[in-house]
């Protein structure tokens, strides 16, 4: 069973949401991390680039397979976690903590963001 945080909103492509003002940090979810196996690769748009909410943001890439990474929301890419492109196995130990991904400066309220509820209804 894996942790889904309360405090968190999710999508139904396994990303999660962390809000802190118009700033939002996103990240893959513990389901998604278990279910990929060993992360070896991050691939991650750069600061300054826009991302639009649904639309593929980048990719990761396990020694199962190659996933793509969903924007869960619209807006400017203000940080990347670089520390990912030296230890992207930090994704595997702690997807909500130190293997976040990306933080974006939202331009438009998301529209499809689940509670930690409904992610775990999905999840079961």
């Known amino acids: 069973m894996s942790s889904i945080p309360d405090n968190f909103s999710y999508t139904k492509e396994h990303e999660w949401v962390s809000i802190s003002s118009s700033i939002y940090t996103m990240g893959i979810t513990d389901y998604a991390q278990a279910a990929l196996g060993d992360i070896v690769y991050v691939q991650l748009p750069t600061v300054g680039q826009n991302i639009t909410e649904g639309q593929v943001c980048g990719e990761v890439e396990s020694t199962k397979s190659v996933s793509d ?36 400066d939202v331009t438009k309220d998301p529209a499809g963001l689940l509670s930690a509820a409904e992610y775990g209804q999905i999840t079961a």
């Open 69 to 104: 990474i969903y924007a869960p929301v619209t807006g400017v890419i203000v940080e990347v976690n670089q520390s990912l492109s030296q230890s992207p196995e930090t994704i595997n130990s702690d997807p909500y903590g130190a293997g976040w991904l990306l933080k974006v």
